[in-house]
């Protein structure tokens, strides 16, 4: 029943690894999300794609990519994992023409040591 | 780039007591939303405002769209401590959705 899921919860790795966050939508969205909550608690947009159009945010290193089996998964793959990576990691989708609402999943907390 | 301002960033207040918290920009925005984050879990929609002047209300939430659709603002009368959470304001335009930073709110039994 979940409608935005993600996996894992936790993730704590060394610096210089490279990982992946996946997420799953059964919201039957059009359009994925990544964003990055810093200890602040400051939410930025990473990225957004749907099935046409991958935007990026200028801001983000090109050690994040983001990729997509189809439809319903928007996966994140970082390399590299630097000590500043370390934040909570959201997926979020919206429906197309609902003023870009976002669903979230429940958040990766990532830890770089 | 669209900014947006939230004021104040923390409050903490008595159970019982009215509050107000706002979200300005200098930009205009096609909607505006809402939203409620609690410790450890994503931040759940509250409302979307999309026409100016529009207020719309929750339950003891109400929410109000500036006629100009800059700002915002999200009333909330006889707090609870269940209202105890991050508020995140979120505007949406030609760039997408631009979060505000936040006002960590906490309420005190």
């Known amino acids: 029943d979940t409608a935005v899921s993600q996996t894992p919860k936790y993730l704590v790795t060394q610096m210089g690894n490279d990982k992946s966050i996946k997420c799953e939508q059964n919201?039957?969205?059009?359009?994925m999300y990544w964003y990055k909550q810093d200890s602040k608690k400051f939410l930025k947009i990473m990225f957004s794609?749907?099935?046409?159009?991958?935007?990026i945010n200028e801001t983000v290193p090109n050690r994040f990519s983001p990729k997509s089996p189809d439809k319903a998964h928007l996966n994140l793959h970082i390399n590299s994992l630097e000590l500043g990576d370390s934040a909570v990691y959201f997926c979020?989708?919206?429906?197309?023409?609902?003023?870009?609402?976002?669903?979230f999943g429940p958040g990766t907390r990532l830890t770089v040591l | 780039t669209q900014l947006l301002e939230q004021s104040p960033q923390f409050l903490s207040i008595q159970e019982g007591e009215n509050l107000t918290v706002y979200c300005n920009s200098s930009?205009?925005?096609?909607?505006l939303q809402w939203y409620r984050q609690e410790p450890g879990e994503g931040p759940v929609l509250l409302v979307t405002?999309?026409?100016?002047?529009e207020v719309k209300k929750l339950k003891r939430l109400t929410f109000q769209f500036g006629d100009a659709r800059k700002d915002s603002s999200l009333h909330i009368t006889a707090a609870q401590p269940g209202d105890t959470g991050l508020y995140l304001c979120?505007?949406?335009?030609?760039?997408?959705?631009?979060f505000g930073k936040g006002t960590h709110l906490i309420i005190q039994p």
């Open positions: 794609y749907n099935n046409k159009e991958l935007i």
């Open positions: 919201l039957g969205h059009d359009t």
């Open positions: 979020a989708s919206s429906g197309w023409g609902h003023s870009f609402e976002q669903f």
């Open positions: 979120a505007g949406g335009g030609a760039d997408g959705l631009t």
């Open positions: 405002v999309v026409t100016g002047g």
């Open positions: 930009s205009v925005f096609s909607s």
